[in-house]
Every structure is written in C-alpha cells, then in structure tokens.
C-alpha cells in the first residue's frame, strides 16, 4: 500500500512553455502533498506543501507564480512550471502523506529538461 | 534554522562490511527521524524511522542509534551488498499546521563492493 505516481516521468520542453506534472497516490487518500526538487548529487529540496482544496504554501525563495499548485482531490496533486527556463531543469518528486502521520510516500519522480 | 547535518558525503565498503551514516540536528522540535534510500532516477523510498524516546531500532539488515542528548543519530547497514549501493538520506520531521515537513540532510553516497 501507500503508492504514489507521477506523470510524465521525463519531459523535455522548449524555453517559455509550460509544463504539467500530476502526482497522485493510488491507494489512499493524501491530506497532504509536498513538492521537492533535487539538482544532480544534491539533495531533495521543498518547494511547497499543499493541503486538499487549500492553497500551497511556498518555501521561502520559492516563486509561487512559476510553479503553480493545484491540489484539487485527496488523490491528485498537479505541479505546473511556468514559462519554463534551462534553469528550471530538475527532478522534481512529490511525496504524499495521510492522517496527519509522519511518514511521506515518494513517487517516482520527473525530468525536466528544458531547451 | 532548522538544518541536518549529514556526514559522510560518500563511502565505499567491501562487500559484508557495516558502513555507518550519521546525521545530527539541531531543533529539538523534531519527532521523527526516517532514513531514505534512493536509487539514481527514482524517488526516495523510507527504509526505517525513529522517534525519539527509542534509543535504537533494527529492521532486518538495518539498525537506527539514536542519541538523544547529543541530538545525533546514525544508520548502520549489516552485512552490505552490493545491492546497497545508493545514495542515503537522514531526516527530521516536525509537524505544523500545514503536515509533517520532512528536512533532509545532504545525502551519503555509498558504493559496496564486491
């Protein structure tokens, strides 16, 4: 139990488009949902954390209006980057957690390359 | 801030041999520790936790110590594999009104060695 998905697993976009990516846990209702971003041998850093039907709340230094979050149900949580930029190359992975516990269930990640 | 310090960045160990990965805080807040592992292009996967009225707990090949005085803790992985080698995460959890924030230490790369 407790498995989250992302999709896609790898994106590459051009400079200035927009990118969706949906995490959602397949078996179980996620109160919570928390957005990271790792850079290559680096470690996982949060973006945001979002509640169901509430907005995200953002990291310091963390531009709320670039990358959008909309977390609609207890099963789907969508991450859009806007107006991407080479800079916003990354792995992003979402994590979900339930009933207020502790733990955190990771998914598999997204690549993001942008041209 | 709230920080978690992470040491070694990397190691490297012989197959059988018993690395060991510490980590030390500094929020006394904190009031749950897990510990990642995370294969290159996946996501992290929880291994073993702790809360801090344990001083240690063992899952099968992996053992947390937790010192709660010195705001420390580690992991040792018994008899390793080569099927071990992947990059390991501490963490702290402190739960506020918007769910429990995991912070990350920086990660330890280990490699075992056939």
């Known amino acids: 139990g407790a498995v989250v998905s992302q999709h896609p697993s790898w994106v590459i976009c051009k400079s200035g488009t927009s990118v969706k990516i949906e995490c959602r846990s397949l078996d179980f209702q996620a109160t919570t949902m928390f957005w990271y971003r790792q850079f290559p041998k680096q470690s996982l850093m949060l973006m945001a954390t979002?509640?169901?039907?509430?907005?995200?709340?953002?990291e310091q230094g963390v531009e709320k209006d670039k990358f959008l979050i909309n977390h609609a149900s207890l099963t789907l949580s969508t991450l859009t980057v806007t107006s991407a930029h080479p800079e916003d190359s990354s792995f992003y992975i979402c994590?979900?957690?339930?009933?207020?516990?502790?733990?955190?269930?990771f998914g598999p990640g997204t690549r993001l390359t942008v041209t | 801030q709230q920080q978690v310090k992470q040491s070694p960045q990397s190691l490297i160990v012989q197959k059988g041999g018993i690395p060991i990965i510490n980590c030390a805080y500094e929020?006394?807040?904190?009031?749950?520790f897990p510990w990642y592992q995370q294969f290159p292009g996946k996501g992290p996967a929880l291994l073993i936790a702790i809360r801090p009225d344990v001083s240690e707990k063992k899952e099968g090949r992996f053992t947390i110590s937790f010192n709660k005085s010195a705001k420390q803790f580690s992991l040792h992985i018994m008899d390793s594999q080569p099927g071990d080698s992947a990059t390991y995460f501490c963490?702290?959890?402190?739960?506020?009104?918007?769910?429990?924030?995991?912070?990350f230490g920086g990660g330890t790369r280990l490699m075992v060695k056939p």
């Open positions: 994590s979900a957690g339930r009933d207020r516990g502790h733990e955190q269930y």
């Open positions: 979002s509640n169901e039907g509430s907005k995200a709340t953002y």
């Open positions: 929020n006394t807040a904190f009031d749950y």
């Open positions: 963490a702290a959890s402190i739960n506020n009104n918007a769910g429990n924030m995991l912070t």
